[in-house]
C-alpha cells in the first residue's frame, strides 16, 4: 500500500532529567499534560551526555542527565499547548523548540 505524507509540527524540550516537578520527574509530567490535552504523541529520550547554557554534563548514570520531550500534533494545537506547561518550563531550564515537520506514515491495510 502507498504511504502518504502529511504536515505536523514537532514541539522538541530539551532538559535536565533530574528536575521534579511536584514529586515528579518533569518530563512526565511533560507527558501527561500532552496526553491530557489529546496531542496525537509524545516521547521521552535520555542522552548519554550534553551541554546548555550551563556547565557541560557529564556522561548519565542514574536519574541525571540530559533528557529530550518530542511531542507531534499540529501547529496551532502545539502554540496552544505551551501556555499549558509554561509553569513546569519555568522552574528548569529547559528549552523549547517548535519546528514544522512532514510526516510520513503507511495507509493502514484495510
Known amino acids: 500500500m ?9 514541539l522538541t524540550i530539551h532538559l535536565d532529567a ?7 520527574p518533569a518530563y512526565a509530567e511533560l507527558v501527561h499534560r500532552a496526553h491530557r490535552e489529546g496531542l496525537a504523541g509524545a516521547s521521552v529520550f535520555r542522552g548519554v551526555t550534553g551541554f546548555g547554557s550551563g556547565d557541560p554534563k ?9 533528557c529530550t520531550v518530542v511531542i507531534v500534533d499540529d501547529e496551532p494545537r502545539l502554540r496552544d499547548f505551551l501556555p ?3 509553569d513546569v518550563l519555568g522552574e528548569t531550564s529547559a ?3 517548535l519546528d514544522r515537520v512532514r510526516v510520513h506514515a503507511p495507509r493502514a491495510r484495510a
Do not use: C, Q, Y
Not at 2 to 10: G, T
Not at 18 to 24: E, P
Not at 60 to 66: D, E, F
Open 18 to 24: 533530574a528536575v521534579v516537578w511536584h514529586h515528579r
Open 58 to 66: 557529564r556522561p548519565s548514570h542514574g536519574p541525571k542527565g540530559p
Open 84 to 86: 499549558h506547561v509554561a
Open 95 to 97: 528549552v523549547a523548540v
Open 2 to 10: 502507498p504511504a502518504h505524507d502529511m504536515l505536523a509540527a514537532r
